[in-house]
């Protein structure tokens, strides 16, 4: 059911069994997936594909212009999957040319209220914004992942997979695959072991990966210590992600116990 105030502009792609809500706006480049209910005052513009069953909470604005004073109007992509819940006044830009073009959200995230993905960004699935929480740019969050309401997620920070932050937290280093971060500027507390858990992973992989983490992080060195890991610890599938992640990109910052 499309509302009769609700303003659609002919070019847009509405698939079957689409809900638009009262004085909802969606612009000519809108793709809009099977099943999905936008409810009332939504702004939808840019070169924007939305999935299937997604829920879009009023007063949200989906593809209008990056924040950044580099953009001048070229065209970039968002791109957004199926089964995702995006609350009231979230906001989530579109890619900009020196990053690609293209920002990405995946599938079956919540994004709560005012919670902001910017520019570039990279969003797994099953991610977890809580509110008010802002992605700076070029940002990249691993599946899973869960962040608490008010942390900021610093431009080009990678969040690992099944990792959580806690709340009112300033994101500026990388956290590790199913790390757990907190503090006023993060500092890495140890392992996500409830999260790990949940993923029925086996208690004998868990102690693998806890005793890994403590040789790991045991100086901050971390490039000496990787180096003294053991063949235990490296044919692990859950240690070798997390050096995978560390390793991936060796000029970003990664957060450890010694973080200040």
């Not at 900021?152 to 937290?169: D, H, L, N, W």
């Not at 507390?189 to 005793?211: D, T, V």
């Amino acid at each position: 059911m499309i509302h009769k105030t609700a303003i659609i502009d002919s070019e847009a792609k509405i698939e079957e069994n689409v809900q638009i809500g009262p004085y909802t706006v969606i612009g000519p480049n809108v793709e809009i997936g099977q099943g999905t209910v936008i409810q009332s005052h939504v702004n939808i513009t840019g070169q924007t594909k939305i999935g299937k069953n997604n829920i879009i909470y009023p007063f949200a604005s989906i593809g209008n212009d990056p924040q950044d004073l580099k953009f001048q109007g070229e065209e970039t992509r968002l791109e957004i999957g199926d089964n995702n819940k995006i609350r009231e006044y979230v906001t989530i830009n579109p890619g900009t040319k020196g990053g690609g073009g293209l920002t990405k959200v995946n599938n079956n995230c919540l994004f709560m209220v005012s919670a902001h993905i910017a520019h570039d960004c990279f969003v797994g699935n099953n991610v977890i914004l809580a509110n008010n929480v802002p992605l700076g740019g070029h940002a990249h969050i691993g599946d899973n992942a869960i962040i608490g309401g008010n942390s900021a997620v610093q431009q080009f920070t990678r969040i690992g997979k099944s990792a959580m932050i806690g709340g009112m937290c300033g994101v500026v280093r990388d956290i590790i695959p199913y790390g757990i971060a907190h503090g006023n500027r993060s500092v890495l507390q140890g392992l996500n072991l409830i999260g790990l858990r949940r993923k029925n992973i086996p208690n004998k992989e868990i102690m693998i990966l806890s005793n890994a983490y403590k040789e790991i992080f045991k100086s901050e060195n971390l490039t000496e210590n990787l180096s003294n890991l053991s063949n235990e610890f490296m044919n692990n599938k859950l240690v070798a992600e997390v050096i995978e992640f560390i390793e991936m990109d060796k000029k970003r910052p990664i957060c450890t116990p010694f973080s200040k």
